[in-house]
C-alpha cells in the first residue's frame, strides 16, 4: 500500500464515526426542483445504487460516496429490490449506512425502491401483481430498515398483469403508509397513459416517471412521453444520464474493460462505432467552450428544463460524485443548436 493509498484508507476509516456536515444545506451545491405539480422537491441530482453498492463492493467506500452526496445536498436515494449483486444487497448496505451514520437524518432523505423484475423464484417473483409488489416492498423496507418509501416504482410494465391491479396496489400500499408517493419506471407513452387514467380515478399520488434519458437516447422526445408528462403535471426522472459512461470523460480513449458498460453487460460492442466517438469528441469542444466537463454538459442538458426535475446518477467514488454536481442548465439557442446538429447530424 503506497503512501496515497493509506491515507485514503485512513480517510474511509474515520467515516465510520463521521458526522453529516450541519452547513450541507446553506453550502448545498445542488438546486432542489418540484417533482412535477406535486409538493415534493428533489435535488437536481440523485445517486443512485445500480452499481458499486453490491455484495462484492467495497462498503467503506460505499459510506464515504453517501456521505459526500448527503454533505453537498443530494439528499435523494434511488433503489430497487434487485440492485447489487447479489439482489438486495444495495438495500442492505445503504440500510447499513443509515443505521449506523444517518439515523437521526432519516427525515431529510427521499428514499425509492422498485419492483417489477425477477427477485424470487417461481410466479410470484416478478411482475406487476398485487402478492409480488406487496411482498417486494415489504422485504425492501426490511432490508433498509425503514417504515416507509418515500417513492415506491413499479419498475417495469408487465403486460400479464391489469393495469388496473398494478395501479391499485400501488394506490392502496400509500393509504397503509408504506410508501408516501408512486412513481413507474420503463413505461412508454401508451402504457403511461394507461396507468394515469387509473391513478387520476384513484387520486393517488402519482409524481414520477422514471426512464432513461441522455443526449444519445431520445426515445421519451420521439414517442411524446415528455410531452406528456409536461401536460399532465408529473415529472421524468432520468436514469443512465450519461449513457452508461459513454458520456464521461473516461471513455475519450476508448471503452476500458473494467468500465460499469463492461460491468453491466448492457451494451454491445458493435454499437460503439468511430462515429459515436467523433460525435462525442464534438460534444467535448462543446463541453469546453461552457468551460464544462462533457458529463457536466451531459447533465446539464437533461435538466435544462422543468420536465425533468432530477437526474439520477451512478458513481463508483466521491471524486466521481463531485464531478458530476458541477451542472449548469442554462444554455444559449446557439449551444442547444449546435449539440442538436452533432447528436442528430
Known amino acids: 500500500m503506497n503512501a496515497m493509498d493509506e491515507a485514503t484508507f485512513k480517510q474511509l476509516m474515520e467515516n465510520k464515526n463521521r458526522k453529516p456536515d450541519p452547513m450541507r444545506y446553506r453550502h448545498s451545491a ?7 405539480t406535486s409538493g415534493l422537491k428533489l435535488p437536481a441530482i440523485s445517486l443512485g445504487f445500480w452499481q458499486n453498492f453490491g ?22 436515494f434511488d433503489l430497487a429490490n434487485n440492485y447489487g449483486p447479489r439482489s438486495g444487497s444495495a438495500e442492505e448496505n445503504f440500510g447499513r449506512i443509515l443505521r449506523e451514520n444517518f439515523a437521526s437524518h432519516r427525515d431529510e432523505m427521499i428514499i425509492s ?28 423496507l426490511k432490508r433498509l ?14 403486460p400479464e398483469t391489469p393495469i388496473e391491479e398494478t395501479c391499485y396496489c400501488l394506490h392502496q400500499l400509500t393509504e397503509r403508509g408504506k410508501a408516501l408517493y408512486i412513481g413507474i419506471s ?10 394515469v387514467r387509473v391513478f ?43 449513457a452508461q459512461g459513454l458520456l464521461s470523460e ?31 469528441a464534438r460534444l467535448r469542444e462543446v463541453a469546453a467552450k461552457r468551460g464544462q466537463t462533457l458529463p457536466a454538459l451531459a447533465l446539464s442538458w437533461v435538466l435544462k428544463d422543468g420536465v425533468v426535475p432530477s437526474v439520477i446518477i451512478g458513481a463508483s467514488s466521491s471524486a466521481q460524485i463531485l464531478e458530476n454536481i458541477k451542472v449548469d442548465p442554462a444554455f444559449t439557442q446557439e449551444e442547444l443548436a449546435e449539440i442538436e446538429k452533432i447528436c442528430k447530424g
Not at 455484495?55 to 435523494?76: H, L, P, Q, W
Request: charged share 25%; glycine share 10%.
Open 145 to 158: 430498515g425503514i417504515d416507509y418509501a418515500d417513492i415506491y416504482y413499479h419498475h417495469r410494465p408487465d
Open 250 to 280: 473516461r471513455y475519450a480513449g476508448g471503452i476500458p474493460d473494467d468500465s460499469r458498460i463492461m460491468k453491466s453487460g448492457s451494451l454491445k460492442k458493435e454499437s460503439l462505432t468511430a462515429e459515436l466517438f467523433e460525435k462525442l
Open 113 to 140: 425502491t422498485k419492483a417489477g423484475f425477477p427477485m424470487w423464484g417461481g410466479p410470484c417473483g416478478r411482475g406487476g401483481s398485487r402478492k409480488y409488489l406487496t411482498a417486494s416492498l415489504d422485504a425492501s
Open 30 to 36: 445542488v438546486e432542489y426542483r418540484r417533482a412535477g
Open 186 to 195: 420503463n413505461y412508454n407513452l401508451e402504457q403511461t397513459e394507461a396507468a
Open 55 to 76: 455484495s462484492f463492493d467495497n462498503f467503506e467506500i460505499m459510506r464515504d460516496m453517501v456521505f459526500t452526496a448527503f454533505d453537498k445536498g443530494i439528499n435523494a
Open 200 to 242: 387520476r380515478e384513484l387520486h393517488t399520488p402519482f409524481i414520477l416517471n422514471q426512464v432513461c434519458y441522455n443526449l444519445l437516447d431520445r426515445h421519451i422526445e420521439e414517442d411524446g412521453l415528455k410531452a406528456y408528462a409536461q401536460e399532465q403535471g408529473f415529472g421524468i426522472i432520468a436514469y443512465s444520464p450519461l
